[in-house]
């Protein structure tokens, strides 16, 4: 079986990550911030894939794996208290776009 090709199979997907992107990193934030966003971004999304690839970059950039474990619970999450903006706004996105 091989993997699907989201810029063929589902270019508006990819689109919306794109532009995603772009506004990450127009925002200037640290790579572990920019990190957990693409790791959260990919839970909401459920694309295995690409949680792999982000949390083993964030990892790479310093991150703890407390933190990435803690992630989709960001919200009442300790290790999160001073950076709750990371996992806001995928989360934002998210459920403004199921409304």
Not at 34 to 55: D, F, K, P, W
Not at 86 to 92: D, Q
């Amino acid at each position: 079986m091989s993997r699907v090709n989201i810029y063929t199979s589902q270019p508006e997907a990819y689109n919306a990550m794109f532009i995603l992107e772009k506004y990450i990193k127009s925002c200037n934030l640290p790579p572990i911030l920019e990190e957990l966003i693409r790791v959260r971004t990919s839970q909401i999304n459920g694309c295995a894939y690409c949680i792999q690839m982000h949390s083993k970059s964030a990892l790479e950039h310093g991150e703890s794996q407390e933190r990435l474990f803690s992630l989709p619970a960001w919200k009442q999450s300790p290790p999160f208290h001073p950076q709750r903006t990371g996992g806001a706004y995928p989360n934002r996105r998210s459920n403004a776009d199921i409304k």
